[in-house]
C-alpha cells in the first residue's frame, strides 16, 4: 500500500537515481517514473508542488517545472488545475498484482542443477579484469580504451545522423539474416585492404565481437570428437569456446616467431591462429612460415582460423598481410573486430569465409541473437565512411607507439632482470619474470599500491603452468605515468625477491 512520501524520502530517491551521466531533470523523472510504478506514491492524493519538491530535493524550482510536463506528455502525471499533479492510475493498469505462493505441505525437492549442466563455464579458466579499473593509478591492462584518445565528437556526429528519420526507417526493422548493407561495404573497402584481404559482401558477417565469431564457428564447425588445434600459451576464450564443443583439444606448441608448424597440425581438422600479434606473447610470424602453414593445411586437410585481434599497423616499417590475403584456396577463415581499436563495449566484430560458410554461419547467428543491433552497426558504418576510423587508428598508432617506448625503457632500467617480448605493435607486452617469481603473488601485492598486471599463467593449457609471466597492456595508461608504475612495481618485487 502507498504512502504519502515524506522530504527525507523525496530526498532519498533522488540520491538513489543521481547518475553523473544524466541532467538534473532526467534524475527527477527517473526518481518520479520509479516512484510511480513502484507505487511508492498514493493515487488520491497529489504530488508535492513543483516548489514544495524543488526545496526538498535542494534544485531549481523550473527544472522541477519541466521534469513535471513532460511526465504529463508522457501519460504518467494528470494535471488538475487548482489540485496540483496527479498519478495517472491508467499508467499501472496491465501490470500483474503481486501473489503469496500457498505453502505446501510437504516441499518439493529442489532441481538438481549440477547434473543438468552440459559443462560449466564458471570453471573454466578466464581472464579476470576489475571493473573499477579506472580508478587505479597505473594500469596496465590490455583490452580497455583511454577515454582522452576516444573521438567523442566524431562518435556523437555518427550517432545523430544515425537518429535521422530516412536513417531511422532502416535501421529500426527486423533485418532477421541481414546485416548494415552499408557497414558490409565499408568493411569490404576500407578495413579489408588494410590487412591486404578481398572479399565480395556475401562473404562478411557482422558478429557480437569476436567471441561471438569464435562461438558460431565452434556451433557450425565442430562436434565433440572433432581436433581442434590451438596455440599454447594462447588466447582463453578460444580454448573455453572450443573445447565447450570438442573433447579432442591439440595444444600447439609456439616460439619466437609465433605458431610452429609441425607435424601435429596435422592431427587437427581446425586450427587456431593469432599470426599478427601472438596472444599472449605479441610476436609476429613471419611470411615465410604463413606460407609453410597454407601450405600445410592444404597438404593435410585442414582449416585455419585466423584471429587478426590486434592488427594496427606496427610501429616501424610495413605490416606482413594477413595470413587470409595469402590464401588463395579458401582455407583460412578471417575473424576481426572492429569495436577494439574504437571502444570495446560496442562488441562488433565480422567474419570472412567462403559464401558457403558465411550463409551457414548467418542461419547460426539467427538461432542465437538473430543479428548484432542495427542502430550500432549504421552508426560504425557512418563512423568509418567518415574517415574518422582511420584517422583513429593513426592516432592511437602515435600514442601506443610512444606508451610502448616508455615501458620498454621503464622494464629495462628499473626491472633488469626481467626479459620482455620487444614491442613491435599492439598494446600490451609480455613479461617473464625470474624463475622464482609468483606473478599471482606479485599482482596481489602490485594491486595494494595501485598497480593492476595481467598474470600469464592462464594462458597456458596445463593444469600447473608456469608462474613467472605476465601481461602488462598500455592501451588504457598515459604515458607519463608508465615510468612511475613500473617504478612502483619494481619496489614490489624487490619486497617479494628471496634473499640470497
Not at 145 to 153: K, R, V, W
Request: with cysteine.
Amino acid at each position: 500500500m502507498s504512502f504519502r512520501p515524506t522530504s527525507a524520502m523525496w530526498k532519498q530517491f533522488m540520491q538513489r537515481e543521481a547518475t553523473s551521466a544524466m541532467s538534473l531533470q532526467g534524475q527527477i523523472r527517473q526518481m518520479l517514473v520509479a516512484a510511480i510504478l513502484d507505487q511508492q506514491i498514493p493515487l488520491d492524493e497529489p504530488i508535492p508542488s513543483s516548489r514544495e519538491l524543488s526545496s526538498h530535493i535542494g534544485v531549481a524550482r523550473n527544472t522541477v517545472v519541466i521534469a513535471y510536463q513532460q511526465l504529463v506528455d508522457e501519460g504518467y502525471l494528470l494535471s488538475r488545475e487548482r489540485k496540483g499533479h496527479f498519478v495517472n492510475p491508467a499508467i499501472l493498469e496491465g501490470r500483474a498484482g503481486k501473489t503469496e505462493s500457498p505453502l505446501a505441505e510437504t516441499p518439493a525437492a529442489a532441481p538438481d542443477w549440477s547434473r543438468r549442466f552440459r559443462f560449466r563455464p564458471s570453471a573454466q579458466r578466464n581472464i579476470s579484469k576489475r571493473a573499477d579499473w579506472q580508478t587505479f593509478p597505473y594500469p596496465f591492462v590490455y583490452g580497455q580504451f583511454d577515454p582522452t584518445l576516444f573521438p567523442t565528437a566524431d562518435w556523437r556526429e555518427c550517432c545523430m545522423k544515425t537518429l535521422s528519420v530516412l536513417e531511422i526507417s532502416e535501421w529500426a526493422q527486423d533485418m532477421i539474416l541481414r546485416d548494415d548493407e552499408s557497414l558490409v561495404r565499408q568493411i569490404r573497402t576500407r578495413v579489408l585492404p588494410r590487412r591486404g584481404v578481398r572479399a565480395s559482401d556475401d562473404e562478411i558477417v557482422i558478429t557480437v565481437g569476436t567471441q561471438q565469431a569464435l562461438y558460431l564457428l565452434a556451433d557450425l564447425l565442430m562436434s565433440s570428437d572433432t581436433p581442434v588445434g590451438i596455440e599454447n600459451p594462447g588466447y582463453p576464450d578460444a580454448r573455453n569456446i572450443f573445447s565447450s564443443r570438442s573433447k579432442r583439444m591439440e595444444n600447439l606448441d609456439i616460439d619466437e616467431h609465433g605458431l610452429i608448424v609441425s607435424e601435429r597440425l596435422k592431427r587437427c581438422d581446425y586450427v587456431y591462429v593469432t599470426p599478427s600479434h601472438q596472444c599472449p606473447t605479441t610476436v609476429t610470424m613471419p611470411l615465410e612460415r604463413r606460407e609453410a602453414l597454407l601450405k600445410m593445411a592444404e597438404a593435410s586437410d585442414f582449416i585455419i582460423i585466423e584471429d587478426d585481434y590486434d592488427s594496427e599497423n606496427p610501429f616501424e616499417g610495413e605490416p606482413l598481410p594477413a595470413l587470409k590475403s595469402l590464401d588463395c584456396n579458401n582455407r583460412v577463415i578471417y575473424v576481426g573486430s572492429l569495436s577494439k581499436s574504437l571502444a570495446p563495449g560496442m562488441r562488433l566484430g565480422y567474419v570472412v569465409g567462403p559464401a558457403e560458410l558465411i550463409r551457414e554461419l548467418r542461419g547460426v547467428r539467427r538461432l542465437n541473437l538473430r543479428h548484432p543491433a542495427a542502430y550500432m552497426q549504421r552508426a560504425f558504418a557512418i563512423f568509418l565512411s567518415l574517415g574518422h576510423h582511420d584517422s583513429l587508428l593513426r592516432r592511437l598508432s602515435a600514442a601506443h607507439n610512444e606508451r610502448a617506448c616508455a615501458l620498454s625503457a621503464a622494464l629495462s632500467r628499473h626491472l633488469p632482470d626481467f626479459r620482455h617480448v620487444p614491442i613491435s605493435g599492439g598494446s600490451s607486452c609480455w613479461v617473464a619474470g625470474p624463475a622464482w617469481l609468483d606473478a599471482n603473488e606479485l599482482a596481489d601485492e602490485a594491486l595494494k599500491h595501485g598497480i593492476l598486471i595481467e598474470t600469464g599463467s592462464v594462458f597456458f593449457t596445463s593444469d600447473s603452468p608456469p608462474a613467472n609471466y605476465f601481461r602488462l597492456g598500455f592501451s588504457s595508461i598515459a604515458a607519463e605515468r608508465i615510468e612511475a608504475g613500473i617504478k612502483s612495481l619494481a619496489e614490489v618485487v624487490s619486497h617479494l625477491r628471496p634473499s640470497e
